[in-house]
């Protein structure tokens, strides 16, 4: 979630690993039962202090571009990251897979944050209605209409890649 919402492997792990913090320091007396929705409504108040941070920095910084191989720059793909899995027998399938992905992954940057939340907590974290509407601060209302709303436009995005 918090890569999607960010674009960065990095800056989702660090907003991931902030939440995880916040969720220790101020509720590791609640019950085992709070913690995945205490945790995700963490997690999104980072995404959304993260948004705002870089709308700052986007203006007053948006002009200071890294240079290609400076530090914060792009850096050269890793080639044990980019090296094939033994493991996998079909790699025709493994690239239609990876292709189908990639077209949800386009597909979900293109809903609505409040969407995007609430089918992610839903669909990939298997939450119920109450726990994702305690996790993004709304009424569970409001969750089965994003959710819904999610559902029909990815319907429609992905048409053509799932029946």
Known sequence: MAELATGSRDEALDLVQEAMFGLVRKY?????????????????????????????????????????????????????????????PEPSRAVANQAAIERLDEALLRLPARQQQAFLL????????????????????SVKTHYSRAVHRLRELLEDHWP
């Open 122 to 141: 839903r669909t990939w974290e298997g939450m119920d209605v109450a726990e994702t509407a305690f996790a993004m601060g709304c009424s569970q209302g």
């Open 28 to 88: 590791a007396d609640r019950g085992e039962g709070e913690w995945g929705p205490l945790f995700h409504r963490i997690l999104q108040s980072r995404i959304r202090d993260w948004y705002r941070r870089n709308r700052v920095r986007s203006r007053i910084f948006g002009w200071l571009r890294p240079l290609p191989g400076v530090a914060g720059g792009d850096d050269p793909p890793d080639p044990i990251q980019q090296a094939p899995d033994p493991a996998d």
